[in-house]
C-alpha cells in the first residue's frame, strides 16, 4: 500500500519483484528445512522463516505499523495454509541509534512468514511439498502484483474482459508488422510460411486444459498492464495446484522454487530485458546482443573457469601490492564462489611472481572469450595487457614483436597521464640498468616506438637499419659469433624487456593467443620468459625479484597440437620445473545442454523452461559448441525459423524446421553460408584479408585503386560493421580464425594462386618497397605462394626475397630470414652460379648465416658445401670461417685447425706442425722487447691495418687461437706472438684486441713476467670498452683476463667481471662463454665472498640455466661446487633443484671425471674436495688427495695456489700430529711456493703465506713467532675481505692457544672463528666449532684428570 502510493507503476513492479523475490528465497529456506532434516525439532521452522527477525534487538517481539507480528509463546511449525498473504512480513529496514527501525525502501526487503496457530504436533504435521509451495507463491505474487486484489476475484464474470482478444487485435492492426531491418517480419499469418508452425508455450496451445486460476489470472494481470514476465510467472505458479483429477500440467508449469528464484533474480538484475515487455523486433535483437559486434556478449557456463583465472590474477596483484608500501586501488581479488573464502583469503605468503595457465580446447569453445573477459576486469584495475594473437601469414616472433612494440607505443602517446610516465621511468631504468646503448640500440631496431622513448638510441637504430643494404660479407662480421647465438640474443633480449616491464609497478597480463600457431623457437622464448620473470636474473639484487607480477594466458587447440610436439612439451617442461613460477593447464569443453539454455534463456529473454526444448536442439545440432550455438541462432533467424512475436511479445520458433536444419560441415559451413549472403564488394574485400590475415590502411591505400573492389575500404568497414573483422586503429583483423578459414575456402582453389600474385604485384607497384621492411614481406609473402615463370618476374622477387630476409635478420628473425633465403635461392636460373653469381652466392650466404644464427647445423653444412664447391677462394673465405666454427661447435677440433692452418698456409703465414716448448720459450722471448713497448697509447695510435691478406690472416688466427686451447695448446703461444707482430708492423684491426688477451694468457703461462701479463689484460680491457663488438669480445675474452687477473688485481673483482662477462655473452646470444661466466662467478664467491645462502640459491638458477641449454661440461662442474656449498651451510637438501636436471654427488662426479678423462673437471674436484676436508680439519684426506693429485706444472692457475694453500695446512697439521717428516717438507714447499706468489699480489695472497709461516712456526716450536704470524694472518685477511680465511685464521689461532695452556684466550679466538663463520655464511662449519668449543668447557670441568691427557683428548676427538 505505501509503495503503490508513493511510487510510480513501473517502480511499484520493480519493489514487489524484490518483496517476491526474497519471500521466495525465504520459502526455500523452510522447505529445505522440512524435507531434508529428519531429526528435525520444533523450533526449526519457526527459527527458518523468523530467524532475522527473532534475532532483532530488544524484545521478543516486534512492531510493525503499530502491531505486534509475533509474541511469546511456544515455538511453532509452518504449515501449507500458513503460506497465505496474510501471514507474510514484509519489513524493510535500516539501522539508527536507537537500533532497528522502518525503512521505505523496500528493494532491500526483509521478508518473514507468520505461523497462523499454536500448538502444533511437529510429528503428524505433513511435511511441505515444492509444489505445494509453489501454489501458495502463486496466489500470493497474484495478490501482490495485482496491487492487492486476492485470488477468488477471478471467480466474479465481470473480471474478464470478454473483448480482450479484439483488443489485442486493434492492436496488431495499428503496427506496423512488416520487416524491420530486414532480419524480421512479422509474425502475421499472410507473412507465415505455408508449413512453418509458430511454437508458443503449451500454456498458450492447450487453454483449456490448463488449470482456470492460472488462466483467468494472466488474463487479469494482463489487463492490469502487468508485463508478459509477470503474467507469466503467477500463471505458471497457479498451474501447479494439486488434487484436481485428470489435471493437465504443461511443460512451463512452475513446481519448482528454485525455478522461480531464477526468474524473479533475472527480472531484479536486468528489468528491461526480463521483466518489462520489449515491443519491437530491433529491440528483442538488441536485448539478444546476436548481431552487434560492438558488444561483448556474456560468458555463459564458464564460471569455473573465469574463476580459476581471477585467482591466478589476484595471486599476481596481491604479490605485487604487498611489495609496495600501500595496497593501490582497484586490485583484483577472488571472494570463491558461492560466498565461499577464496584463494587470497585462505592462503597466505605467495612466493609465485609468474602465474601461466593455457587453456586448450576445440575451435569454439570461447578460450578467448574467457581470456577476454578477465583481460577486460585487469584494464580496469590498471594491470599492464599485451595481447598476441598468432596466425599462419605472420612469423610467431615478428606477431609477438608487434605486440611488444604497440605497448610501448601506448606509453608514447600517453604522456598527460602522470602514473603512466612514473611507471615507463620504472621500466625504462630496469632496461638502461640491464644493457648497454648499443643494445638498447639493437632492441629499438626490434621495437620502433622504442626510439620515441628513448631518442638517445635513434642513431644506433638508424645505423642498424642501413645493415638492410649491406652485403652478406657485413652480417658474416656481425651476426657470425656462435651457432644459435641469434636465437640466444634475442631470447636474453625479449626477457630483459618482460622482466623490466614486469618491473613498472604494475601487475601485468600477457595474452598469447592461438599457440597451435607458434613454432618451436617462440614456445622457447615463452619457456625461458616465464622461468626467468619467476626468479631473479643471475646477478640481480635478491629484492629486485620480489617487486613484479606476470599473469601469462596462453591459448591453443588441443586437437591441432601434437602430445610430443613443441607446444605440449614446453608446457610439460614448465610444469615439471620449480621456482617462483606456477604453471596449469585448463581444459575447456564444450557447453552442456543446461548451459546451452541458460545462453538461450538470456538471449531470447525468456525463462529456461520455456527454451529447454530448443536448447536440446541446438545442443543437439551444434554439439555445445558455443560459437556455432550464437552463428546457429543468428542463421535461423534470419532464415525466420525463430522470429519475434509481436502479438505474443516474445519469440517464437518452429521446433520441427530447427529440427530439419541440417549442417553436414559443422560451424565452417554455417560460416560459409553466412559470408555468401553478404554483398558481392564484401565477399571480394574479404578474400584479399584472407589472403593477407591481415590488413592495415597503408596497404589499403595501394590495393584500392580499382584492380580489386570499387571501395575497398568502405567495403572492409561493412565487414566490420557484419562482426566478420575487427578494427583496432589503422588495422583490420578477422573476429575469429574460423572467419579467416571459411573466408579462404570462398576462394576456388584454382583462383587462389592468381589472388595471390595479383596482390604481390599490386604491392610491388610502390617504388618504396625495397625499403620498407613490412611492405616487403608483406609483397613477397604473397609471390612466394604462387608459381613464378617469367624470368624477369623470378629475377626480381628473387632479389626481394634477398631484401626481405636481410630486414629479418636485422630485426634477428632467423628462421623467417632463412625462408625467404632459400624461396630466393628456388626461383633462380637453373645453372645460378654462371647466369647469376653474385645473387646466387649472397642468397646461399644470407642462408648460412641465417642459420647458423638459428642453430640449424644440418641446413648450414649443405649450404656450406654448396658455397665451397662453386664460389671462388676468396670469396668464400667467409664461409670458410663458418665452417670451421660449425666443426668446432661439434668437437671436431683436429679437423677445423687443419683446415684453418691451410688457409693461414694460403695467405703466407706458415706455423709448425709438430711445436715443443723450446719452440714456444724461443718465441716469447724473441717477442719480449718488441711487448714491453706495447702500451695503451701506442695501440691506439696504430694506423688501420689495410692489407686484405694480413686482414684475412688476423681473422683467421683469432679463430685459430680459440680452437688450439682444445687441440695443439703449444700453438696459442705461437699465434698470438703472431698476431701481435701483425698488429705493430701492419696496424691495427678488429682482432688486435683477442691478439692482446691471448698474449696475456701466454705471457703469463709461459714466461715469469707476470706483471707483463697483467699490463697486456688491462690493455685488452680498456681497448674492448667502445668497440662495436664489446659484448662478443668480452664473452669470448674474459675466462683468459681473469685468470691473469686473479694473480695481480684483488680476487674479489673477479666477480664484477664475470658478471659483466656473463650479461655481455647474454647479449651477444653466446650461450657457452655465458655459461662459463657463472662457473667464474661461482668461483671467485666461494672463496672470497660472504653469503653462501645468497650463492646456494643463485646456483640453483645456474644449474637450471646450464641444464637447459645443455652444457653439460659447465653444469658438472658447477654440481660439484654446489655440493661444496651445501657442506659448508649445513643444507643436505637440495631443495630447490628440478629433479630433472639429476643433481648427483662428490662421488660419482669423481667417477665421472676419472671415466671420461676430463681434467679440466677433475682438477675442480680435487680442490673442492681438499677445501671442504680442510674447512673440517680432516687433513689426512686432504693429504691424501693432494698426494695422489698432484700438480705436475708450475702453479699458474686460479685454484693452483688454494691446491698449494690447503695442502701445506694439512701437511704441517698432520707432522704436528705424527712426527713424520715428509709432512713437515710438504709443508716448507707451500711457504716457499706462496712466498714467490705474494710478489705477484700482496692482496690475495699475503694473508695465506703469513697462516702457513704461522703453522711452520707451530710445528718448529718457535712458539712466539707463530703467535706473531697468526695475528698478522687474521689482520691481512680482514684487511683484504677474505672473510673466510679470517675465520680459518681465527680457528687455528684458537686452537694454538688452546693447545698451548692459553684456554680462555683460546676459547675468545674460537668464538670470534664461530662468528665470522656465521657471517661467510657456514652454519654447519660454524655449529662444529660451537660443539668444539663445548668439548673444552667439559673437559676444563673433569679435574681430577691430568692436565696433558685432557689436551690430548681434545685435540684428537676434534683432529
Not at 108 to 124: H, N, Q
Not at 414 to 438: C, G, H, M, P, T
Amino acid at each position: 500500500h505505501r509503495a503503490r502510493s508513493s511510487t510510480t507503476k513501473e517502480e511499484y513492479i520493480k519493489c514487489a519483484v524484490s518483496v517476491a523475490l526474497e519471500l521466495t528465497n525465504r520459502l526455500c529456506v523452510i522447505v529445505g528445512m522440512d524435507n531434508n532434516n529428519d531429526s528435525f525439532n520444533a523450533s526449526s521452522s519457526f527459527n527458518a522463516s523468523f530467524g532475522v527477525l527473532a534475532s532483532s534487538p530488544g524484545n521478543d517481539s516486534f512492531n510493525f505499523d503499530g502491531k505486534k507480528h509475533f509474541s511469546d509463546g511456544p515455538s511453532l511449525l509452518i504449515l501449507i495454509e500458513d503460506i497465505v498473504p496474510d501471514n507474510i512480513i514484509v519489513v524493510s529496514l535500516e539501522q539508527t541509534e536507537d537500533g532497528i527501525s522502518c525503512a521505505k525502501d523496500f528493494t532491500a526487503a526483509i521478508v518473514d512468514v507468520k505461523p497462523a496457530t499454536s500448538g502444533r504436533d511437529m510429528f503428524e504435521t505433513p511435511k511441505l511439498t515444492q509444489r505445494s509451495v509453489c501454489f501458495a507463491l502463486g496466489k500470493i505474487l497474484f495478490e501482490l502484483f495485482s496491487q492487492g486484489d486476492p485470488l477468488f476475484i477471478l471467480d466474479m464474470p465481470s473480471v474478464i474482459n470478454g473483448d480482450q482478444e479484439d483488443s489485442f487485435g486493434d492492436l496488431l492492426n495499428c503496427m506496423n508488422l512488416g520487416e524491420e531491418d530486414g532480419i524480421m517480419p512479422s509474425d502475421s499469418d499472410d507473412a507465415q510460411p505455408a508449413t512453418k508452425k509458430s511454437f508458443q508455450s503449451p500454456f498458450h496451445t492447450t487453454m483449456t486444459a490448463v488449470s482456470p486460476e492460472a488462466t483467468k489470472a494472466k488474463a487479469c494481470l494482463e489487463e492490469r498492464g502487468m508485463p508478459l514476465s509477470i503474467c507469466r510467472l503467477v500463471s505458471d505458479l497457479l498451474e501447479a495446484e494439486e488434487g484436481k483429477p485428470n489435471q493437465y500440467i504443461s511443460d512451463t508449469a512452475l513446481l519448482s522454487l528454485e525455478e522461480a528464484q531464477i526468474d524473479l533474480t533475472q527480472m531484479r538484475l536486468h528489468p528491461q530485458r526480463f521483466l518489462f515487455d520489449l515491443t519491437s523486433p530491433a529491440e528483442a535483437l538488441n536485448s539478444a546482443f546476436l548481431f552487434d559486434p560492438t558488444v561483448n556478449g556474456e560468458l555463459y557456463g564458464r564460471e569455473k573457469e573465469l574463476e580459476t583465472l581471477m585467482d591466478a590474477a589476484a595471486r599476481v596483484s596481491l604479490h605485487l601490492r604487498s611489495s609496495f608500501s600501500g595496497a593501490a586501488p582497484n586490485s583484483i581479488t577472488s571472494s570463491g564462489r558461492g560466498g565461499k573464502p577464496g584463494v587470497l583469503q585462505t592462503m597466505e605468503g605467495y612466493s609465485f611472481v609468474c602465474e601461466a595457465i593455457f587453456l586448450s580446447g576445440h575451435s569454439g569453445v570461447g578460450k578467448s572469450s574467457i581470456i577476454k573477459n578477465l583481460v577486460a576486469s585487469c584494464k580496469e584495475s590498471d594491470w599492464f595487457v599485451l595481447s598476441c594473437k598468432f596466425d599462419r601469414q605472420i612469423s610467431p616472433l615478428s606477431r609477438l614483436l608487434q605486440t611488444i612494440d604497440s605497448f610501448f607505443g601506448h606509453f608514447a602517446d600517453n604522456q598527460k597521464d602522470v602514473y603512466a610516465q612514473e611507471s615507463f621511468a620504472r621500466i625504462s631504468l630496469s632496461i638502461e640498468f640491464s644493457i648497454d646503448a648499443d643494445c638498447l640500440g639493437q632492441l629499438c631496431q626490434l621495437l620502433p616506438n622504442l626510439r620515441k622513448l628513448f631518442p638517445m638510441a635513434s642513431d644506433r637504430a638508424q645505423n642498424t637499419e642501413m645493415m638492410q643494404n649491406s652485403t652478406s660479407r657485413d652480417f658474416f662480421e656481425n651476426f657470425t659469433d656462435s651457432v644459435g647465438s641469434g636465437r640466444d640474443r634475442i631470447c636474453h633480449l625479449l626477457q630483459l624487456i618482460f622482466k623490466a616491464v614486469c618491473c613498472g609497478g604494475y601487475p601485468v597480463v600477457f595474452v598469447l593467443d592461438d599457440l597451435q600457431w607458434s613454432d618451436a623457437f617462440m614456445m622457447s622464448i615463452l619457456g625461458d620468459l616465464i622461468q626467468s620473470v619467476g626468479s631473479s636474473s643471475a646477478f640481480s639484487a635478491e629484492e629486485d625479484s620480489s617487486k613484479g607480477g606476470l599473469l601469462l594466458l596462453g591459448s591453443f587447440r588441443d586437437n591441432e597440437v601434437e602430445e610430443d610436439g613443441f607446444v605440449m612439451q614446453q608446457i610439460k617442461n614448465l610444469e615439471r620445473s620449480n621456482g617462483n613460477s606456477n604453471v596449469s593447464r585448463l581444459f575447456v569443453a564444450e557447453l552442456p545442454e543446461y548451459e546451452i539454455n541458460t545462453m538461450l534463456s538470456a538471449k531470447l529473454c525468456l525463462p529456461m523452461r520455456y527454451t529447454r526444448m530448443l536448447a536440446q536442439l541446438v545442443h543437439q545440432k551444434t554439439r555445445g559448441n558455443p560459437l556455432y550455438c550464437v552463428e546457429f541462432l543468428k542463421a535461423i533467424i534470419k532464415e525466420n525459423v525463430l522470429s519475434w512475436s509481436v502479438k505474443s511479445r516474445q519469440f517464437t520458433w518452429d521446433d520441427t524446421c530447427i529440427d530439419m536444419h541440417t549442417m553436414s560441415e559443422g560451424v565452417v559451413e554455417l560460416l560459409t553460408r553466412k559470408l555468401r549472403q553478404l554483398p558481392h564488394d564484401v565477399i571480394a574485400s574479404l578474400k584479399i584479408a584472407s589472403c593477407l590475415g591481415q590488413i592495415n590502411l597503408s596497404t589499403i591505400e595501394l590495393l584500392d585503386l580499382g584492380w580489386f573492389v570499387p571501395n575497398l575500404l568502405e567495403s572492409l568497414e561493412s565487414a566490420v560493421q557484419e562482426g566478420i573483422l575487427e578494427k583496432a586503429g589503422p588495422l583490420f583483423a578477422f573476429s575469429h580464425d574460423m572467419l579467416q578459414e571459411s573466408t579462404y575456402q570462398l576462394i576456388p582453389k584454382e583462383e587462389r594462386k592468381a589472388l595471390h600474385k595479383k596482390i604481390g604485384m599490386s604491392l610491388v607497384q610502390d617504388p618504396a618497397v625495397v625499403d620498407n621492411a613490412e611492405l616487403c614481406s608483406l609483397a613477397v609473402d604473397q609471390m612466394n605462394m604462387c608459381r613464378l615463370d617469367d624470368p624477369i618476374e623470378r629475377a626480381l622477387f628473387s632479389r626481394l626475397n634477398l631484401v626481405a630476409g636481410k630486414q629479418c635478420v636485422a630485426a634477428s628473425s632467423y628462421e623467417q630470414a632463412r625462408g625467404y633465403f632459400e624461396a630466393g635461392i628456388s626461383l633462380l636460373h637453373a645453372n645460378p652460379w654462371s647466369k647469376q653469381y653474385s645473387l646466387c652466392l649472397e642468397l646461399y650466404e644470407m642462408s648460412v648465416i641465417s642459420g647458423y644464427m638459428d642453430g640449424d647445423v644440418e641446413a648450414v653444412s649443405k649450404r656450406l658445401n654448396v658455397i665451397l664447391t662453386n664460389a671462388s677462394f676468396d670469396d668464400a673465405l667467409n664461409s670458410r670461417v663458418l665452417q670451421a666454427k660449425l666443426l668446432a661447435s661439434q668437437q671436431q677440433y683436429s679437423v677445423a685447425v687443419k683446415g684453418v692452418l691451410a688457409i693461414l698456409s694460403y695467405f703466407g703465414e706458415e706455423f709448425p706442425k709438430n711445436s715443443s716448448l723450446a719452440d714456444v720459450t724461443s718465441e716469447i722471448n724473441a717477442a719480449l722487447p718488441m711487448l714491453k713497448g706495447v702500451t695503451k697509447e701506442k695501440i691506439l695510435s696504430l694506423k688501420p691495418m689495410t692489407n686484405k691478406r694480413k686482414l684475412n690472416s688476423m681473422k683467421f688466427m683469432a679463430l685459430l687461437v680459440t680452437l688450439c686451447f682444445y687441440h695443439d695448446t703449444l700453438l696459442v703461444p705461437l699465434v698470438a706472438c703472431r698476431m701481435m707482430k701483425l698488429a705493430i708492423e701492419e696496424g691495427y684491426c678488429d682482432d688486435t684486441i683477442p691478439g692482446l688477451a691471448h698474449m696475456s694468457y701466454v705471457l703469463l703461462q709461459y714466461s715469469d713476467d707476470v706483471e707483463l701479463a697483467g699490463h697486456f689484460g688491462r690493455l685488452c680491457e680498456n681497448c674492448m670498452i667502445g668497440n662495436p663488438q664489446e659484448h662478443s669480445l668480452r664473452a669470448r675474452l674474459t675466462q683468459l683476463h681473469c685468470t691473469v687477473k686473479y694473480f695481480v688485481e684483488p680476487f674479489q673483482t673477479s666477480a664484477a667481471t664475470a658478471q659483466n662477462a656473463y650479461n655481455s655473452a647474454r647479449i651477444a646470444g653466446d650461450v657457452d662463454n655465458a655459461m662459463l661466466s657463472l662457473v667464474v662467478y661461482t668461483i671467485v664467491h666461494i672463496f672470497s665472498i660472504p653469503d653462501l645462502a645468497g650463492l646456494h640459491k643463485k646456483m640453483i638458477g645456474f644449474l637450471y640455466q646450464m641444464a637447459k641449454h645443455k652444457r653439460i661440461g659447465v653444469l658438472i662442474t658447477t654440481m660439484a661446487y654446489f655440493n661444496t656449498v651445501t657442506a659448508l651451510i649445513g643444507n643436505a637438501d637440495s631443495c630447490g633443484v628440478d629433479p630433472s636436471i639429476g643433481l648427483k654427488t662428490h662421488s660419482e662426479i669423481f667417477q665421472i671425471a676419472e671415466h671420461t678423462q676430463n681434467a679440466f673437471l677433475m682438477h675442480h674436484m680435487i680442490v673442492n674436495q681438499m677445501y671442504v676436508s680442510c674447512y673440517f680439519r680432516q687433513y689426512l684426506s686432504v693429504a691424501v688427495v693432494a698426494e695422489k693429485y698432484g700438480m705436475k706444472t708450475q702453479a699458474k692457475r686460479v685454484l693452483d695456489f688454494y691446491f698449494i694453500f690447503y695442502q701445506g695446512i694439512a701437511a704441517m697439521c698432520l707432522a704436528r700430529d705424527t712426527k713424520q717428516n715428509k709432512w713437515k717438507e710438504i709443508g716448507e714447499k707451500s711457504v716457499t711456493t706462496m712466498t714467490q706468489l705474494l710478489n705477484h699480489s700482496t692482496w690475495n695472497f699475503e694473508n695465506k703465506l703469513f697462516l702457513l709461516q704461522a703453522e711452520l712456526n707451530y710445528l718448529n716450536g718457535r712458539i712466539a713467532m707463530a703467535e706473531s704470524s697468526y695475528k698478522a694472518a687474521i689482520v691481512s685477511a680482514h684487511d683484504h675481505r677474505f672473510n673466510n680465511e679470517e675465520a680459518l685464521g681465527l680457528e687455528l689461532y684458537g686452537i694454538f692457544l688452546v693447545e698451548n695452556n692459553k684456554v680462555v684466550q683460546g676459547l675468545q679466538q674460537l668464538e670470534k672463528a664461530r662468528e665470522e663463520y656465521k657471517v661467510w655464511g657456514a652454519i654447519k662449519k660454524a655449529d662444529a666449532v660451537l660443539e668444539f668449543i663445548d668439548l673444552i668447557k667439559r673437559t676444563m670441568c673433569h679435574r681430577d684428570c691430568n692436565h696433558n691427557t685432557i689436551w690430548g683428548h681434545t685435540q684428537m676427538t676434534w683432529r
